[in-house]
């Protein structure tokens, strides 16, 4: 899995100084990625965020992960506003040995969870060989 390093910086600027993500500058979308046995899995922190306002696309190998947290009443009265709001979004370049066919989500807790198994062609797998006869005879000098 690969990431864009200078979005990242981008990112960490935008926690670093409280902005709000927008649809041209997304906040940042903390993420852990891992492998167990032949599944990949990969979780998002997305807390107080609606599980119908995230938006998980698939093209080709790029996986993409959107979400949003609506601005409160801008009649309130803010004492403090530390958690980030607007849109939150994430990208992942999977590799060719992952099955994106069969990608599984879960939302629980305030927590994504996608589940990406491994390619049924890139799973280790024993060859069998052959054994031929040679049918030519030694020639005794």
Do not use: C
């Not at 607007?86 to 069969?102: A, C, K, W, Y």
């Amino acid at each position: 899995m690969r990431t864009d390093p200078f979005r990242d910086l981008d990112r960490l600027a935008q926690q670093v100084f409280g902005a709000d993500g927008t649809q041209a500058r997304p906040s940042a979308m903390p993420m852990d990625a891992w492998r167990e046995g032949d599944t990949f899995l990969v979780e998002f922190d997305l807390p107080g965020v609606d599980v119908d306002s995230i938006d998980l696309d698939v093209e080709r190998n790029v996986i993409t992960v959107r979400a949003e947290r609506p601005n409160r009443a801008s009649d309130a009265e803010l004492l403090a506003a530390e958690r980030p709001r607007g849109v939150f979004s994430r990208q992942l370049v999977l590799g060719d040995n992952l099955d994106t066919q069969r990608i599984g989500a879960n939302y629980r807790s305030g927590v994504l969870t996608l589940r990406i198994p491994v390619a049924e062609k890139a799973k280790p797998r024993k060859i069998s060989i052959t054994r031929e006869h040679d049918d030519q005879q030694a020639i005794n000098a």
